[in-house]
C-alpha cells in the first residue's frame, strides 16, 4: 500500500500569503494519478488538482500543483478567505486503488 | 448539471448490514466514461476509498474492506449501492458517493461528489 504523508499538519497564514503544502509518497506515484482536493466543513470534498498539476473545473489559477515520483506540492500562491480550508492529496493505481493523504488544516493565521 | 444524492438508515445496529443507494441526476449512470464509487469520512478524520463499480457491473474493493462489501448498479434507475455487512461502530462515517471520469483504462480521481449522509452504528 502506497502510504501519503501530508505535511504540515496545520498551516497558519493571513489572507494575501502563499501556501506551500507537501504531499510525500512511501513509492513514486505516477504524475498522472496524483490528485489534490478542497473540504470546507459540512462540505463534500471538491477536486482542485488532477494529473498532479492540471486544475479542475472552475478552479482558480491562484491554485497550482506540482511534482513527481514521491514529493507533490500544492501552492496557493495569494490566500483569499475562501481558501481556508483542509486539503487532501490522493494517489490511484496501487492497492488499495485509491489512498488519500491524512490531510492538511489551513487555518487564519 | 450532474448531481450524486446518497439515500439510507443514518443509524444501524453492530453487525448488521449497512445499505445506502446513491441517485444519479443530469447524467447517466450508463454512460462508458464513467465509474461510481463510495468514499467514507469517520467523523472528525480523513478520507478512506470503500469501491467503485463500472456500469457493466464491475467492481473494484477496498481490500481492508472487501469481505464485507457488495456494490450494485441498476442502471434503469440511474442508481448504484452500497451494502456493508456485520458493521461495527469503527463504520461510522460520512459516507459519499462519487464520479470518477475514465481515461483509458484508468478512472484516477473524483469530479463528482454527494453531500454525503451520515451513517451511525449504535445499538
Known amino acids: 500500500e502506497i502510504v501519503l504523508t501530508q505535511s504540515p499538519g496545520t498551516l497558519s497564514l493571513s489572507p494575501g500569503e502563499r501556501a506551500t503544502l507537501s504531499c510525500r509518497a512511501s513509492?513514486?506515484?505516477?504524475?498522472?494519478?496524483l490528485a489534490w482536493y478542497q473540504q470546507k466543513p459540512g462540505q463534500a470534498p471538491r477536486l482542485l488538482i488532477y494529473?498532479?498539476?492540471s486544475r479542475a473545473t472552475d478552479i482558480p489559477d491562484r491554485f497550482s500543483g506540482s511534482g513527481s515520483g514521491t514529493d507533490f506540492t500544492l501552492t496557493i500562491s495569494r490566500l483569499e478567505p475562501e481558501d481556508f480550508a483542509v486539503y487532501y492529496c490522493?494517489?490511484?493505481?496501487?492497492?488499495?486503488?485509491?489512498?488519500f493523504g491524512q490531510g492538511t488544516k489551513l487555518e487564519i493565521k | 448539471q450532474l448531481q450524486l444524492q446518497e439515500s439510507g438508515p443514518g443509524l444501524v445496529k453492530p453487525s448488521e448490514t449497512l445499505s445506502l443507494t446513491c441517485t444519479v441526476s443530469?447524467?447517466?449512470?450508463?454512460?462508458?466514461?464513467?465509474?461510481w464509487g463510495w468514499i467514507r469520512q469517520p467523523p472528525g478524520k480523513g478520507l478512506e476509498w470503500v469501491g467503485s463499480?463500472?456500469?457493466?457491473?464491475?467492481?473494484y474493493y477496498n481490500p481492508s474492506l472487501e469481505s464485507r462489501l457488495t456494490i450494485s448498479v441498476d442502471t434503469s434507475k440511474n442508481q448504484f449501492f452500497l451494502k456493508m455487512r456485520f458493521v461495527t461502530a469503527a463504520d461510522t462515517a460520512v459516507y459519499y458517493c462519487?464520479?470518477?471520469?475514465?481515461?483509458?483504462?484508468?478512472?484516477?480521481?473524483?469530479?463528482?461528489w454527494g453531500q454525503g449522509t451520515l451513517v451511525t452504528v449504535s445499538s
Open positions: 462519487t464520479r470518477a471520469t475514465r481515461s483509458g483504462s484508468h478512472h484516477p480521481d473524483f469530479d463528482y
Open positions: 443530469g447524467g447517466s449512470i450508463s454512460s462508458s466514461s464513467y465509474y
Open positions: 463499480i463500472y456500469y457493466t457491473g464491475s467492481t
Open positions: 513509492q513514486s506515484v505516477s504524475s498522472s494519478y
Open positions: 494529473g498532479a498539476s
Open positions: 490522493q494517489q490511484y493505481g496501487s492497492s488499495p486503488l485509491y489512498t
